[in-house]
């Protein structure tokens, strides 16, 4: 494996839409402060490391077998071995039952003797 630092994330945005196929992102530079991309460039495999603390790299991989076990080492890095990512508002139903036979038209959560005072 070799690294190489770099300074602009222009070079790895380059790289990264150069790539034949990414095979993994993990972490998020938004919210993680970080961000890591695994691609492959023609029978080169890459990890693109984007970060807004520490230097951003450039790492090139022996092999397939290194780059694969690298991918589940930076999953664990970040946290993100046990958990997928997050799917929000996956079903707009969750919230209401619309093939619910109640009707609360008219009803009114304050009761008879409620009186508001000020």
């Not at 290194?66 to 997928?84: L, T, V, Y």
Request: hydrophobic content about 30%; overall charge negative; charged content about 35%.
């Amino acid at each position: 494996m070799e690294q190489l630092e770099v300074i602009s994330w222009k070079i790895l945005d380059a790289i990264r839409i150069s790539a034949s196929k990414t095979h993994e992102v993990i972490g998020d530079i938004d919210t993680n402060e970080q961000m890591a991309v695994f691609c492959q460039v023609d029978e080169d495999y890459i990890e693109l490391y984007y970060s807004e603390v520490e230097s951003s790299y450039i790492r090139h991989f022996e092999d397939e077998e290194e780059f694969f076990s690298a991918i589940e080492e930076r999953k664990g890095d970040f946290g993100q071995e046990e958990f997928g990512s997050p799917e929000y508002f996956t079903d707009e139903n969750e919230y209401g039952d619309e093939s619910s036979s109640e009707n609360f038209d008219g009803y009114n959560i304050k009761e008879d003797g409620d009186e508001d005072e000020y």
